[in-house]
């Protein structure tokens, strides 16, 4: 993206190791820009923004589409069923408002916990609560692995 087409909102002062500035100024040089730009440029590459749901949708319902006719191999079936349910929980996240991690978070609820998914689908419990009874559970489990199984 071009310099002038970005606003910026945030200043940060920056303390940098010695020679870092060097390099910083020799790299955006080559790439001809400021170093505020090439700074900015690094930084959006190792923390890009997190995708839109839309996009996200859009994109697996595309992938769906392309298999819907592909000869029917075990694994092709397997795909298209998993992209299927990413859609519906992208879609069930959307109309809840979620962010991508909790769709995330929802989706392996389904998978993993079934009644708690049903729960916070329905509006019953919060998606936040619900994560608290996978932890417990979780750390359940690993305390019972680490006893052997034995209770």
């Known amino acids: 993206?071009?310099?002038?087409?970005?606003?910026?909102?945030?200043?940060?002062?920056?303390?940098?190791?010695?020679?870092?500035r060097d390099r910083i100024k020799v790299a955006a040089q080559?790439?001809?820009?400021?170093?505020n730009a090439e700074i900015v440029d690094c930084l959006e590459?190792?923390?890009?923004?997190?995708?839109?749901?839309?996009?996200?949708?859009?994109?697996?319902?595309?992938?769906v589409g392309?298999?819907?006719?592909?000869?029917d191999y075990a694994r092709l079936k397997?795909?298209?069923d998993v992209l299927s349910n990413l859609?519906?929980?992208?879609?069930?996240?959307?109309?809840n408002g979620y962010s991508l991690p909790q769709?995330?978070?929802?989706?392996?609820?389904?998978?993993?916990?079934?009644?708690?998914?049903?729960?916070?689908?329905?509006?019953?419990?919060?998606l936040e609560d619900a994560m608290k009874f996978v932890e417990i559970a979780d750390r359940d489990r690993y305390l019972e692995s680490q006893r052997g199984g034995k209770i």
């Open 78 to 80: 397997e795909l298209r």
């Open 87 to 95: 859609v519906d929980a992208l879609r069930v996240g959307k109309e």
């Open 103 to 126: 769709v995330v978070l929802f989706e392996s609820l389904e998978r993993d916990f079934p009644e708690l998914y049903e729960s916070v689908k329905h509006g019953r419990l919060k």
């Open 30 to 35: 080559a790439n001809g820009r400021s170093m």
């Open 1 to 20: 993206m071009s310099e002038e087409g970005r606003t910026y909102q945030d200043k940060f002062m920056l303390r940098m190791p010695e020679g870092l």
């Open 66 to 71: 392309d298999f819907q006719d592909a000869p």
């Open 45 to 63: 590459e190792h923390y890009p923004a997190e995708p839109l749901l839309e996009d996200l949708i859009y994109l697996a319902r595309e992938v």
